[in-house]
């Protein structure tokens, strides 16, 4: 079992620990991915304290030292990204096509922000005292700690990683303790890229602990946590009140409207889409449908059909289309919410049972919902499950209202031909992203990434946009006698 045991990685060191946690595939539970060790209270100290005495060195590298070894790191993803897409695969459940895909988009990020790196702008200006000259210089913010969730183990870790090193920053990073594998590969990765020690530092392990030390050090600068919505008030109380910087991403419950004059097929493409795949667990999936009445009935019976034919089972299997749920707390979950949209009244029209392999495994059918109303617990509530709503509005005006009836505002969209309403739509919807003839989930890398609401607080994610929660700005005056 030893070679199965993974360490933390802190000051440049593999330090083990006397507690692991076992890392099981959902796909097969008696597929042993890995053991993984969670770090002690005293580790994660030190591993802050690392990162704390490697900053000024880190922050005064020259930018071309920092773009080189993210370049490393981001030609390594691409070059195994087969091997760890199943990997990734392996231990969330994604299926082997988009375990590959999301390490490729890991290794994109750190391509892209090597580049970044080169480019930390700042502004000369002019003074409004004569012969005085102005600068706005943009600096490390400090010591970061990074919260990652489990349904991107490695696109969500390396799109707060690869900003942070490229801006100068030194890091403490705390993975979802359900998903440390691939995190323990990015930190392999990083190991070997050429990162003085104490740059960057993993520490897997409970929320409890490493999450809640790196949260309340006073030694860490800021904090970028994705995760859930409960947790990310509690984080945000406690870093605002220490007086750290706070960017978090937390989740969603995200509308498509699709119109009558919408094309039938894509939009059934978009309903499905962008909700059951990847089991439902994509904080940007569209799991409310509003559709007008023209077409509601066509949508509705579609996307049962299609969801009817979608292949559940093992994740590594070529032939399967959605993979298994991430592990028996989620899947509980789900048929929870399952019991409560039958008590709710809403028409089960697929869906919604576990389903036997001949492997053990966390396995359901997704399940499609008629004859809903917003006002029911499993449409406004994030389940985070291949569990997917229909609802009927009598008109744009009564779909857009709907739409932006939540408390949540990561993503929406628009299924429809006509120019106005996309147009309309884009200005009028109360989330960060919108989406027209498009399923919600799925963006780009090179774009600010992030919502409104209760889905996002702080500075938003990814693209050029990183760089406002990775750096402070300076206001420098010069007196030139």
């Known amino acids: 079992m030893k070679k199965l045991e993974k360490a933390n990685f802190i000051n440049g060191e593999w330090v083990s620990s006397d507690d692991f946690s076992e890392n099981r595939n959902p796909s097969n539970l008696d597929d042993l991915v890995g053991l993984y060790a969670r770090a002690s209270a005293q580790q994660t100290h030190d591993a802050i304290a690392a990162a704390k005495a490697a900053l000024p060195a880190w922050a005064a ?27 990734l695969s392996r231990e969330e459940g994604k299926i082997l096509s988009e375990g590959i895909g999301e390490v490729t988009r890991a290794g994109q990020l750190f391509k892209f922000y090597a580049q970044e790196a080169l480019r930390v702008e700042g502004l000369a200006i002019a003074s409004i005292r004569p012969g005085v000259r102005v600068e706005v210089r943009h600096e490390p913010v400090g010591v970061v700690g990074l919260i990652t969730p489990w349904n991107f183990p490695i696109a969500i870790p390396a799109w707060k990683t ?22 323990w590969a990015l930190a392999d990765i990083l190991a070997r890229a050429g990162l003085p020690a104490g740059v960057f530092n993993l520490v897997m392990g409970r929320g409890s602990v490493v999450g809640d030390i790196i949260t309340r050090s006073p030694d860490v600068n800021a904090v970028s946590f994705t995760g859930s919505e ?39 493409d978009c309903a499905i889409g962008g909700s059951v795949i990847s089991t439902g667990q994509r904080c940007t999936s569209n799991t409310r449908i509003i559709a007008t009445p023209g077409i509601y009935d066509a949508l509705a019976e579609g996307m049962a059909e299609r969801a009817r034919s979608l292949v559940v089972g093992n994740a590594l299997d070529p032939s399967t289309q959605i993979g298994p749920v991430v592990d028996q707390r ?22 919604g049972e576990v389903l036997e392999k001949s492997e053990r495994g ?38 857009l209202s709907i739409a932006n009836d939540s408390d949540l505002g990561l993503s929406s969209g628009i299924c429809t031909t006509s120019l106005k309403y996309a147009e309309d739509f884009k200005t009028r919807s109360t989330s960060g992203m919108v989406f027209v003839n498009l399923p919600t989930a799925g963006v780009d890398y090179h774009v600010p990434f992030g919502g409104r609401k209760a889905s996002s607080y702080g500075p938003r994610e990814q693209g050029r946009a990183a760089r406002e929660f990775f750096t402070v700005s300076k206001t420098a005056y010069t007196n030139p006698v």
């Open 362 to 399: 966390f396995y359901m059918s997704p399940a499609v919902y008629a004859n809903c109303t917003n006002d029911m617990v499993h449409v406004r509530e994030e389940i985070f499950g291949p569990v997917v709503s229909v609802l009927k509005a009598a008109d744009y005006e009564e779909a």
């Open 61 to 87: 590298t020259s930018p071309q030292v920092r773009a080189e070894i993210l370049e490393r790191v981001g030609i390594e993803l691409l070059a195994r990204k087969e091997e760890l897409g199943e990997l």
């Open 230 to 268: 409960a947790t990310g008030r509690g984080i945000r109380t406690i870093v605002a009140e220490r007086g750290g910087k706070i960017q978090q991403e937390m989740g969603g419950k995200s509308p498509l409207v699709v119109l009558d004059d919408a094309n039938l097929t894509n939009a059934i």
């Open 330 to 351: 989620q899947l509980d979950t789900n048929l929870r919410y399952i019991g409560i949209a039958d008590g709710e009244g809403a028409q089960r029209l697929c869906g």
């Open 162 to 183: 690869a900003p942070a090193l490229a801006f100068g920053n030194t890091i403490v990073f705390k993975p979802a303790d359900l998903t440390p594998g691939c995190a």
